[in-house]
Every structure is written in structure tokens, then in C-alpha cells.
């Protein structure tokens, strides 16, 4: 076969090979535009958020004033969880489905990559069991339990084994 053959033919391996990759992560993003928006909510404007002035759906505000729309707090949320999924995908070995990798996706969102780095051994080993007890360890906002967390990670882990 001549050079420029091969070079095509793998010009379209590539280009399936990216596709393949865009349409899992269209249906990850779709479960997430559901998912996310029914455990953050929406505000328009700017709230106090731990540490942080916060809307939309609790990505961060340029401040204590202005407003959202609930169309530019859904394209901030899915760049959020985009920019995410690229740094978590390289790491994750296991082949997650597509609402396994939303509730992966919401927890770090959530908690911040960090936070999810500290899942993959147990993602990657296929240890349920071990996964569910630590998932559901993070419940805790300024050193006590709190009960949109306990919900959130229940929602999540629920979402994680559904098929």
C-alpha cells in the first residue's frame, strides 16, 4: 500500500476513534444535564457557597452581584464537567457506562478532582463494595454531617449503579 494510503486510512481510524469518544461523552452529558440540575438547583443570581460566591448551578460567580440565565448556567455546568471528564477519562481503566461516568462526573463537580482522584483505585479494581463505603464517606460540610450531602451521594451512587 502507498504512504498516502496508509496515511489516510489512519487519518480515519483517528477521526472514528474521536467520534467513537465524542458520542460516549454526548451520552454522558446528556444524563448529566438531567442529573445535575435536580441535585445542585438553580439560582440566577450569586449565593455565598462555602467558600465562594456561587450560581446557576453552582459553578462561580464573578461576584455578590448580577444574574444567569438558566441556559448560560447549563453551558457553564457541562464546560465544568467537560474539562473534568477530560482530566479523570486518562485516569479511569475500567470501562464505565454512561451513568456511571455521571454520578463519577457529579461527585467531582461536587468535591473537585482531587476529591475524585481518591476513588479510582477502587473504579479501576471493580471493587464495589469498597467504592460504595467510600463514596458515601463524603458527607461532610464544615465538620458535620450535612443532609443534602448524605442525599447527594445517594442519589449519585444510585445513578452509578444503574444500567
Do not use: C
Amino acid at each position: 500500500m502507498k504512504k498516502a494510503a496508509w496515511w489516510l486510512l489512519g487519518g480515519l481510524a483517528a477521526f472514528a476513534l474521536y467520534m467513537a469518544t465524542k458520542s460516549g461523552f454526548e451520552r454522558i452529558k446528556t444524563v448529566l444535564s438531567s442529573f445535575l440540575p435536580s441535585v445542585e438547583g438553580f439560582s440566577s443570581t450569586p449565593y455565598w457557597d462555602v467558600s465562594r460566591w456561587s450560581w446557576g448551578y453552582g459553578t462561580a460567580a464573578p461576584g455578590s452581584t448580577g444574574t444567569i440565565t438558566r441556559s448560560q448556567a447549563m453551558s457553564d455546568l457541562l464546560t465544568h464537567v467537560a474539562t473534568d471528564y477530560a482530566y479523570l477519562a486518562p485516569l479511569v481503566t475500567k470501562k464505565l457506562n454512561a451513568n456511571q461516568w455521571a454520578a463519577y462526573l457529579s461527585f467531582s463537580y461536587n468535591l473537585g478532582t482531587g476529591n475524585a482522584d481518591n476513588l479510582l483505585d477502587n473504579i479501576n479494581s471493580g471493587d464495589q463494595d469498597a467504592l460504595g463505603q467510600q463514596w458515601a464517606k463524603y458527607i461532610y460540610s464544615g465538620g458535620s454531617v450535612n443532609s443534602d450531602l448524605v442525599a447527594r451521594r445517594s442519589k449519585e451512587w444510585a445513578l452509578w449503579n444503574t444500567v
